[in-house]
């Protein structure tokens, strides 16, 4: 059962360029959201986090915004650069799941000169 | 600080057989949680242990198993193999295992089953 769908599959960015991905969820209990970047051969590496109290966290480029009533939530890349080429996830964890994280389907962004 | 660390990288069995990988979480670390990443599927939860106890699991058959020893290393096992088995196994690393701390992976174990 997917419990949290994210869209694109793909996404290609020119330089310089917006990248947004987003993200909905069904269960109400979730009440944490990370983003992890994936490269190719590595494992999945936390990107950045939000808790639904709070409706958009920043850090350098990247930025998370929360909709809480919607139960949707997005990442933006500002000023994309080849180096953000890889596949992202969204995922959601709930506070009686420790450290289960369920997980988005992905998004291959590439990141075109 | 060492990173985690997944043996072997690469495995190839056939249908029927067993299989056993390990991690190796970063020091220190208590909680140790496994996922499976397919194309079909995405990534998946397998389980986690934290002080030698599972504490979580995820929707996967009874023919996948683990363990997580005294020094927080941990084992999981897959027996009667499936073609289906085939992926990349991450496995990945917390302090205490609370929900906003932040989980470590490693490379992954890659399965194939022929």
């Not at chain 1, 994210?6 to 944490?32: H, R």
């Not at chain 1, 494992?43 to 409706?55: F, K």
Request: glycine share 10%; aromatic share 12%; net charge positive.
């Amino acid at each position: 059962q997917q419990q949290v769908k994210q869209s694109p599959q793909s996404l290609i960015v020119q330089k310089g360029g917006i990248s947004i991905i987003n993200c909905a969820y069904e269960n109400t209990a979730f009440d944490y959201f990370p983003w992890y970047q994936q490269f190719p051969g590595k494992g999945p590496a936390l990107l950045i986090a939000i808790r639904p109290d709070v409706s958009e966290k920043k850090e350098g480029r990247f930025t998370i915004s929360f909709n809480k009533s919607a139960k949707q939530f997005s990442l933006h890349i500002m000023d994309s650069q080849p180096g953000d080429s890889a596949t992202y996830f969204c995922a959601a964890k709930n506070s009686g799941g420790y450290q289960k994280v369920t997980f988005g389907t992905g998004t291959k962004l590439q990141v075109i000169p | 600080k060492a990173g985690v660390t997944q043996t072997p990288r690469y495995l190839i069995k056939t249908r029927g057989q067993q299989v056993t990988l390990s991690c190796s979480p970063i020091s220190g670390h208590r909680s140790v949680s496994w996922y499976q990443q397919t194309p079909g599927q995405g990534l998946q939860f397998l389980f986690e242990y934290f002080s030698e106890t599972q504490r979580n699991k995820g929707n996967f058959p009874g023919r996948f198993s683990g363990r997580q020893f005294s020094n927080s290393r941990s084992e999981m096992n897959v027996s009667t193999l499936e073609l289906g088995d085939s992926a990349l196994y991450l496995c990945a690393s917390s302090l205490a295992g609370q929900v906003q701390e932040t989980q470590y992976f490693g490379p992954g174990t890659r399965l194939l089953v022929l």
